[in-house]
């Protein structure tokens, strides 16, 4: 019998975000290609037509530079574009411009927030790096040919790699989704991961007894959950290999989600030999003191310092705070709400529960959420609520229709007449109608039977179309059936 | 001097079938380019920087400023086959 063996998962990732630039990284091509009909975002830089000149665009410099800051990595003085070859149809020159010697930077961390709420673990960054995206290849089996379109060809990269410091696939997604959270907080990339602008490999392997062990790779890992999915999967497969006294190969995997598996890539001859030199089309990058000092000026709060401000400053719930920085749209949304409106909680309940639903339904994203329902009307509908013009459930309605047509809130409860009955004749002669109506209720109600009286106030709020107040309306039958 | 496997792996990474002759001319030709090498390195550089640019120019950039891309179909008109606006070429497998 052999003694148990202690093993411990180890995982470094790879990351590649696409930048929100307008441009490509070195043509003026439109970087906005998702949707366009092939081919139609190129020229001859980004065609890989002998004697085109790259130009390096500087916004995606100053994203690069922001997500490097962000990450607190160490920018060194001076940076070098290199070519990076292989063969390969999505990549028309026959070299990637990437960065290899001297990246943008290196040496950073992301400190991650584990899931009790209080603690992090502090995750290294080993380098951050500019390059240019491949094309997009659209591989048809039953003619035995693959299609190219090269506008996706030349959009701005960065790569971030981590030093192995993660210890489970579920602290792997975890690590992605900060990153994420950070990195749009930047406004460094959208980060929209269907549409493959981050990018997830990792490399996992299991230590037994404190020795490090082979690994192997994960590609195509495009959503949480496929990242932990598959890690869990590889990390299964690797510890009963090694429980059984086998080994681990060094070998490429593909995570096929649909079968939930992790699929061998062609096994490659020889290993990658890039041969990458320095791209004597592009001049190098020196950062100055004054440059990182007006990106780090322009950078947010940091997500977790957002939250600790909006959980103390506003007195709000850990986990109010939580879910409202989670996205910056959201939680400045939030403010604008509070500074008009200054009841932070009824704020947050509302924009937790309503709005968050509202959102989900019409599939927007949080930056969307302004421009289609701007905090002025949220306010609006619960000052309407506050003033006690509208009960909450016509609150409710008022705002879905407002997030939908766009319409002032006043002028939809003016339109529909959903203001409040107030007015104690009005209710006073619905009343009678209601008891004339059950007489057998109010029979019981005589003799002393309470809870019918709850059935008599809901007929009430019935006639009324849930426009009375309850408490007045139980007032009102209570008068009435005394006196009748 | 260099080795035939070592041509020939140089030809592999080019993606370049070469004849029996031509790894023999080739490994002849590539073995000189080398020895100029070697007469370089003769050189004490331990004091010089590397240098990754022949000119004493940097950050050259670009405002992100969009310019109108080439149409579909100056794009694709050198394309030996084409196939609903996109460039055809054989199967090739997954990177
Ligand atoms: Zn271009």
Request: glycine share 6%; aromatic share 6%; hydrophobic share 40%.
């Amino acid at each position: 019998m052999r003694e148990t063996l202690k093993m411990e998962t180890v995982i470094g990732l790879e990351i590649h975000v696409q930048l929100a630039t307008r441009t490509k990284l070195f043509c003026g091509c439109s970087a906005d290609y998702f949707g366009a009909p092939p081919n139609t975002h190129c020229c001859p830089v980004c065609l890989g037509m002998p004697g085109a000149l790259p130009v390096l665009n500087e916004r995606a410099v100053e994203l690069a530079l922001k997500a490097a800051l962000a990450l607190d990595c160490e920018i060194p003085e001076r940076s070098v574009f290199a070519r990076k070859q292989y063969f390969y149809p999505d990549l028309p020159k026959g070299y990637q411009i990437s960065q290899y010697e001297a990246p943008l930077a290196r040496d950073g961390h992301l400190d991650l927030e584990l899931p009790d709420g209080t603690t992090t673990k502090r995750v290294r960054i080993r380098r951050l790096h500019l390059e240019e995206d491949a094309g997009r290849l659209v591989h048809d089996p039953p003619t035995g040919r693959t299609l190219v379109d090269l506008n996706r060809c030349g959009v701005p990269l960065i790569e971030i790699v981590t030093e192995p410091d993660l210890r489970s696939p579920e602290e792997a997604a975890l690590f992605v989704k900060q990153l994420r959270r950070l990195l749009r907080y930047a406004d460094v990339s959208r980060c929209d991961m269907e549409r493959g602008e981050l990018r997830v490999d990792a490399n996992i392997s299991i230590a037994v007894d404190g020795r490090p062990g082979t690994k192997t790779e994960i590609k195509n890992m495009n959503s949480f959950q496929a990242i932990e999915k598959a890690l869990k999967v590889e990390e299964t497969r690797q510890r009963m290999a090694l429980e059984r006294g086998g080994t681990v190969q060094p070998q490429t995997f593909g995570w096929n989600p649909e079968a939930g598996r992790v699929e061998p890539q062609r096994a490659k001859e020889e290993a990658e030999d890039y041969r990458y030199f320095p791209d004597p089309d592009l001049v190098p990058l020196l950062i100055d003191e004054a440059w990182t000092r007006r990106l780090r000026a322009e950078l947010p709060e940091r997500p977790r310092e957002r939250r600790r401000r909006l959980q103390e400053g506003y007195g709000l719930p850990a986990y109010d705070a939580r879910l409202l920085t989670e996205e910056r749209a959201i939680a400045d949304y939030f403010e604008r709400a509070v500074a008009l409106f200054p009841k932070p909680k009824e704020v947050s309940n509302w924009l937790l529960t309503e709005v968050f639903r509202l959102l989900d339904e019409a599939k927007l994203a949080p930056e969307d959420l302004a421009g289609r329902l701007p905090p002025e009307r949220l306010v609006e509908v619960l000052r309407l609520v506050d003033e006690g013009r509208i009960n909450r459930n016509t609150g409710k309605a008022v705002l879905e229709e407002a997030f939908r047509t766009g319409r002032e809130p006043e002028a939809i409860v003016e339109e529909r007449k959903l203001g409040r009955i107030a007015d104690e004749a009005r209710l006073a002669e619905l009343a009678e109608r209601v008891i004339q109506e059950h007489p057998q209720a109010a029979r019981d109600f005589k003799a002393g039977n309470e809870r019918v009286l709850g059935f008599l106030v809901g007929q009430l709020m019935a006639r009324t179309q849930g426009r009375a107040d309850p408490k007045l309306a139980a007032k009102v039958l209570r008068d009435k059936l005394a006196a009748s | 001097m260099l080795s035939r496997e070592d041509v020939l792996r140089i030809a592999r990474l080019a993606k370049l079938k070469l004849t029996d002759d031509e790894v023999e001319r080739y490994r002849a030709q590539l073995g000189r380019i080398l020895e100029h090498f070697k007469k370089l390195e003769e050189l004490d550089t331990s004091d010089v920087e590397p240098m990754a640019h022949g000119l004493e120019v940097a950050n050259v950039l670009r405002a992100d400023e969009p310019r109108p891309s080439v149409p579909q179909e100056e794009a694709l008109q050198n394309a030996p086959a084409r196939r609903d606006g996109y460039f055809e070429v054989p199967q090739v497998l997954e990177r």
